[in-house]
């Protein structure tokens, strides 16, 4: 690394808060991936640590209103503060996030989208892909969408499998992270790897406090740190930044 290696030009801005660990988590993956051998070397982040945004599972089965002008107050203040994009490191929340992209002028990188491109460009031979994610998210249909763009196909948990992934999904926002929690998640992992999923998502940013593989031969895909790794792509330059915003639900 040389010292005199300039700090990275593009500013993230991040919609965060949902929940406060997996938003630090975020914070900690974009840390780890940034090749920097002093402080100005790292990226540069705003975050919005916003944990008052109002319950995404409720708002899926009534009003989502509040979770959308929620999101979208916070994207213009992130504009607004000098974030040249944004991401949003909560799977659930892009079912509400169109305001928040229509509210500004500066990219919206999608983790949805992020995620499934990084299957396609890191996994190409895989074909059918595991979904682990809350109830919201599956029934608002964004992974699904995404995969049948880039013609993969999807296992989901049974329904009693999802129940149990509901359940150690709060355990976590809880506090939770412990080993019980652990094995139990791992195990509804292994359940999809059994129904044929060659690889599977952890679609929802608390999964991965707690799972970080599933068995071998079977991928886990943590979605925070594609997104991470996306974010510190675009910051420092490796990727060029979109013109125009990804996410456009």
């Known amino acids: 690394m040389s010292e005199n290696r300039k700090s990275p030009d593009l500013i993230v801005g991040v919609l965060g808060g949902m929940g406060p660990e997996a938003t630090v988590d975020f914070m900690s993956e974009v840390i780890g991936l940034t090749d920097a051998s002093r402080d100005q070397e790292h990226v540069r982040m705003i975050v919005d640590h916003n944990p008052q945004v109002p319950d995404r599972q409720a708002a899926m089965r009534g009003d989502p209103g509040p979770v959308r002008r929620t999101l979208a107050d916070m994207a213009r203040r992130l504009e607004a503060a000098g974030a040249h994009f944004l991401v949003m490191p909560c799977n659930t929340a892009h079912a509400f996030v169109g305001d928040a992209v229509a509210a500004v002028?500066?990219?919206?990188?999608?983790?949805?989208?992020?995620?499934?491109?990084?299957?396609?460009?890191?996994?190409?031979?895989?074909?059918?892909?595991?979904?682990?994610?809350?109830?919201?998210?599956?029934?608002?249909?964004?992974?699904?969408?995404?995969?049948?763009?880039?013609?993969?196909?999807?296992?989901?948990?049974?329904?009693?499998?999802?129940?149990?992934?509901?359940?150690?999904?709060?355990?976590?926002?809880?506090?939770?992270?412990?080993?019980?929690?652990?094995?139990?998640?791992?195990?509804?992992?292994?359940?999809?790897?059994?129904?044929?999923?060659?690889?599977?998502?952890?679609?929802?940013?608390?999964?991965?406090?707690?799972?970080?593989?599933?068995?071998?031969?079977?991928?886990?895909?943590?979605?925070?740190?594609?997104?991470?790794?996306?974010?510190?792509?675009?910051?420092?330059?490796?990727?060029?930044?979109?013109?125009?915003?990804?996410?456009?639900?």
Do not use: W
Request: hydrophobic share 45%; charged share 25%; aromatic share 2%.
């Open 105 to 249: 002028s500066v990219p919206f990188i999608s983790i949805i989208d992020t995620t499934v491109q990084s299957i396609r460009e890191q996994h190409p031979g895989i074909r059918r892909v595991g979904l682990l994610a809350t109830d919201a998210c599956i029934a608002a249909g964004v992974y699904q969408d995404a995969l049948r763009r880039a013609g993969l196909e999807l296992t989901l948990p049974d329904a009693d499998a999802q129940r149990r992934s509901m359940e150690l999904i709060f355990r976590v926002k809880s506090g939770d992270t412990g080993e019980a929690v652990r094995a139990a998640m791992r195990e509804i992992a292994i359940t999809l790897a059994d129904a044929g999923a060659q690889a599977v998502i952890a679609g929802c940013t608390e999964i991965p406090l707690v799972l970080d593989a599933v068995r071998d031969g079977v991928a886990l895909i943590s979605s925070t740190r594609v997104l991470a790794s996306r974010s510190v792509d675009y910051a420092t330059g490796a990727r060029a930044l979109p013109t125009d915003n990804l996410t456009k639900r």
